[in-house]
């Protein structure tokens, strides 16, 4: 195997011998055959198109959650994974025969051998040997998994986008097409970032058209005296799904980890049994799932491998799976039934209380925008000299601990705007307020890194600039897998500048490469929270 798409690749160079984040090696090869079938079928459906034909969207959610299963900590379940490469190649096999023109198709598009094992051995990452073109193919792979996830979340509210699963598909084909060149390739990673901004945005629309905009709110972290359920991941819709059935059953349901934001809707308001977030970012998920005490929901990806004290407890649906533990799922449109996991709730005892007090979130796009005035008197009086995007994801590296530092170094008179993970590194310090204001406004999850993006440019129109840079506001932002890649790449499109990236730079990136992103959109690492603080002029 080799793998190196995550930001706790071993040794910042590549996974080889097994991940780190607990992926081995046979599930880590058949992933890399379920991306090049994926590739495959894509370069099908973009010559079909090319031929004036439609392509249903059944096979464009296909394509979504092929993708969504290879992102990191999504699925560690080899025969599911194996199923979905014998499914696409049958979708493949039937769309190849409408093809009038095959001439030009990649041989991923032509294969449909029966020896899987063999085959992923010989398409993974390593398959490109130009390291310039192996690190752009990657690039654009990644941001093109972190925009699938967000596609099928969309998908599951009903929201399709025929442009952009169009655009994805002939991205992906493109990644397999060797007549492209360096420059070829860094066009069309801006051009990922393009629809990476779409994409956001059309997730924020299918999310607010379903659940409203999200709101200030305060989220209890405490825990209450029935049995309950925890669910993880990004997907709303199964929230939507699991708090329907769980009504008047007695059980309760807490949000982990990116499921937080959820709370900030005001649809989900309406279920007295929906009782708070507990714990924290993904990765101390073996701790908090088992002082949970009941059956813990993975909707996506962040599993980390559980231990045998509540694997029977952990669940998962969509694109996440672990083998051994149950899956629950339906067609997109159709109810997931819960009902199971609601039973063992029933039997488990109430969590084990963690902390208390609560947090406060819910500064999306429309929730700011009511505060403008507000916030732009505190930016013309100097109550805010700056807005420090802290964006992005936790982890389990001891560097991220920069992180928790940086924040509470922060002068008083600046604002923290967070979205994803990242967040559960300062939003239960005691940072304070400005005249009202919270020196950390959450906007939501990765995802919504689209809310900060509108903010800034709303900020930008309302002080009658012309770029976005002028504006007061810097970017500290940490990744960890591929939907910060998109989120990063959606950002580098909007012309966003001189954006800091940790802990460390992407292994993906060959020097070539990262000399591109540093000298074409300042993109810079980070060194340690004091001379940060300076270069940022903080
Ligand atoms: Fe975190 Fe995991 Fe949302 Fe990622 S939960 S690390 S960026 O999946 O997706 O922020
Ligand atoms: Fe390694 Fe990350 Fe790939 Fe897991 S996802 S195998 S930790 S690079």
Redesign the pocket.
Known sequence: ?F????Q???GCK??TAC?????QPEV?VMQDLLVYVTKGLSAVTTQLRAEGKTVDKTVNHLISVNLFITI??ANFDLDSITTKVTETLAVKEELLGQVQNKESLPEAALWNGSDYTEKAKTVGVLATENEDIRSLRELITYGLKGLAAYTKHANALLNDDEELDAFLQSALAKTLDDSLSVDDLVALTLEVGKYGVQGMADLDAANTTAYGNPEITTVDIGVRKNPAILISGHDLKDLEMLLEQTKDTGVDVYTHSEMLPAHYYPFFKKYPHFAGNYGNAWWKQKEEFESFNGPVLMTTNCIVPPKDSYKDRLWTTGAAGYPGCKHIDAPYGEAKDFSAIIEQAKKCPPPTEIETGSIIGGFAHEQVFALADTVVEAVKSGAIRKFVVMAGCDGRAKSRSYYQEFAEKLPKDTVILTAGCAKYKYNKLDLGDIGGIPRVLDAGQCNDSYSLALIALKLKEVFGLNDVNDLPIVYNISWY?QKAVIVLLALLYLGVKNIHLGPTLPAFLSPNMAKVLVDSFGIAGITNVDDDMRIFGL
């Open positions: 195997m793998c190196y798409q995550c706790e690749t071993a590549g996974c991940g780190v984040c607990g992926k880590a990191t900590n897998e």
